[in-house]
């Protein structure tokens, strides 16, 4: 699979132990909205375009440590990821769902939900595979827009 955006993130990771999501303040232009317990941020190495990740604020390893709180935070988020891209993008399906633990395929120890949009015409998993390109969209210019149409600040 070819992703050229996602080269940086596989290169910083082998050097940098440090948590992307405790620290998403620190990076303004990501995020899209932020709940009581948890938030949406733009994906800054998506798959396709509209990539949004829900993240709990606080360090969670495993779904089971969400309390009740986060539990219901958490779901309204990935509700509210789903309706601002529908506003934004109007893609015509979602994959929505997450990794946990290193033999998930997961590359972040911090619990987090991936929300992927996709839209008629979209390359699948077998596309890839057959040498296919994928679409590589800069998250920041994705925010800007979503956070417009949804009247977002």
Do not use: W
Not at 2 to 30: G, L, S, T, W
Not at 51 to 79: A, S, T
Not at 124 to 140: H, R, T
């Amino acid at each position: 699979m070819y992703a050229p955006i996602r080269k940086k993130y596989v290169e910083e990771k082998r050097h940098d132990n440090k948590c992307p999501f405790c620290n998403y303040k620190n990076k303004q232009e990501y995020i899209i909205y932020e709940g009581n317990t948890a938030a949406i941020l733009a994906n800054n190495y998506p798959y396709f375009f509209g990539h949004l990740l829900v993240i709990p604020k606080r360090h969670i390893k495993n779904l089971e440590d969400l309390n009740k709180d986060e539990d219901k935070d958490v779901m309204l988020m990935i509700k509210r990821a789903v309706k601002f891209l529908k506003v934004a993008f109007n893609p015509e399906g979602f994959n929505i769902g997450l990794g946990i633990g290193n033999y998930s395929g997961g590359s972040q120890e911090h619990l987090h939900f991936h929300v992927v949009p996709h839209y008629k015409g979209d390359i699948g998993f077998m596309n890839l595979l057959d040498n296919v390109s994928v679409q590589a969209n800069k998250p920041e210019e994705m925010v800007v827009k979503l956070k417009k149409k949804n009247g977002l600040r």
